[in-house]
């Protein structure tokens, strides 16, 4: 089963505008974490963003935030005044289990185009 | 800390073949995983190290792939006689262990491409 799912192939969005890139997941664990990572055209994975399932406020990194609804199992990504260097695609993943010592398990990804 | 490291970022083998890529972690870093990821998809897990200890391998590590890290530093993962379905980008990245939070960074990838 699907455990991580990204349902928009790609998105547009105009330059300084604010962009949401949808992420649901699927995990029966009650402690997890989930990550974004963006990937430039270069292929390296840069980590965005990370929210615990019993943190209680949405994780902001600068322009990143999650929109976390636990019990929708959603893990959104915003992105607020979008530039021309954030065109990439961009990953959900998760990690279940409490310790930290489960790999990463990534979505398929949004390819995201920033227009001037 | 230069990051993680690959090489070589890209690799034309011909089918049949042996290759072999390597992975240098960040140098604190006890943990070292590598992916496959192939057009349009998102990165899927082949293995991981916890030092030299290879501590899980995901059922899409058939025989003909073998994966070391011999002295807890570096990695290399083999692709015996290879088929064009190993094309892919293989990325490697590494992480310390113990938290959940515990973000992974990534190399740059090898890019394969069997002919």
């Known amino acids: 089963a699907q455990k991580i799912t990204q349902t928009q192939p790609g998105m547009f969005v105009q330059e300084k505008e604010a962009v949401t890139l949808d992420c649901t997941y699927d995990t029966s664990d009650q402690s997890y974490g989930l990550f974004w990572y963006k990937q430039p055209s270069s292929g390296e994975m840069i980590f965005l963003i990370y929210q615990g399932s019993y943190d209680e406020q949405n994780a902001t990194e600068g322009r990143y935030s999650l929109n976390f609804q636990k019990a929708r199992k959603s893990a959104n990504l915003v992105i607020s005044a979008s530039q021309l260097g954030d065109s990439a695609m961009y990953f959900c993943a998760m990690r279940e289990g409490f310790s930290g010592n489960t790999p990463l398990v990534f979505g398929k990804g949004t390819r995201l185009s920033v227009i001037a | 800390d230069t990051g993680v490291s690959q090489d070589p970022r890209h690799k034309i083998t011909k089918r049949g073949q042996n290759v072999t890529f390597r992975c240098d972690p960040i140098s604190e870093h006890n943990r070292l995983y590598w992916y496959r990821q192939t057009l349009g998809q998102g990165p899927e897990f082949l293995t991981y190290?916890?030092?030299?200890?290879?501590?899980?391998k995901s059922r899409l590590l058939s025989d003909r792939f073998s994966a070391e890290r011999p002295k807890g530093s570096f990695s290399t993962l083999e692709i015996q006689r290879t088929e064009q379905g190993d094309s892919a980008m293989y990325l490697c990245?590494?992480?310390?262990?113990?938290?959940?939070?515990?973000?992974?960074?990534f190399g740059q990838g090898t890019r394969l491409t069997v002919v």
């Open positions: 990245a590494s992480s310390l262990v113990g938290f959940m939070n515990t973000e992974a960074f």
């Open positions: 190290f916890q030092n030299e200890a290879q501590l899980e």
